[in-house]
C-alpha cells in the first residue's frame, strides 16, 4: 500500500501563489505516475497535472499550462504542486494520487481517474478575489 499526504494549501488572493506537497509512504516503489486533481464544490473532480515517476517527464490539463509546475524529489517520495497567478476559480479541494500501473496510453489520457490507486486526503485551496 501507499499512502499519500497532501499539504500547502491555504488561503491566498487572485495573483498569489502556493506549493502544494505530497509525501508518499509505504509501498513507494508502487507509484509509476502520479497527478493532481482537485474538486471545487459542486463540481466533478479534474486532473490538473502527472507526472511519470521513473522518466520525471511531466504533463498538465489544457486550462493550467504555464501556470501550474508539477515536480518531484525522490529523495524524499514528495511530489509538488506549484501553483502561481492563482485565480478564484483555482478554489478547490486539490488531491494527490498515484498509480500503480501504466501503459503507453497514459500518455496519451493521464487525467483519466482509473490510472490511479492511491488517493490522498485532500488539501483546501481557496483564491479571493
Known amino acids: 500500500q501507499v499512502q499519500l499526504v497532501e499539504s500547502g494549501g491555504g488561503s491566498v488572493q487572485a495573483g498569489g501563489s502556493l506549493r502544494l506537497s505530497c509525501a508518499a509512504s509505504g509501498y513507494t516503489y508502487l507509484r509509476n505516475v502520479m497527478g493532481w486533481f482537485r474538486q471545487a464544490p459542486g463540481k466533478e473532480r479534474e486532473g490538473v497535472a502527472y507526472?511519470?515517476?521513473?522518466?520525471?517527464?511531466?504533463y498538465y490539463a489544457d486550462s493550467e499550462k504555464g501556470r501550474f509546475i508539477i515536480s518531484q524529489d525522490n529523495a524524499k517520495n514528495t511530489v509538488y504542486l506549484q501553483m502561481n497567478r492563482l485565480k478564484p476559480e483555482d478554489t478547490a479541494m486539490y488531491y494527490c494520487?498515484?498509480?500503480?500501473?501504466?501503459?503507453?496510453?497514459?500518455?496519451?489520457?493521464?487525467?483519466?481517474?482509473?490510472?490511479?490507486?492511491?488517493w490522498g486526503q485532500g488539501t483546501q485551496v481557496t483564491v479571493s478575489s
Open positions: 507526472v511519470r515517476i521513473e522518466t520525471g517527464r511531466t
Open positions: 494520487a498515484a498509480g500503480s500501473y501504466y501503459d503507453s496510453t497514459w500518455y496519451s489520457s493521464p487525467g483519466r481517474e482509473v490510472w490511479y490507486n492511491y
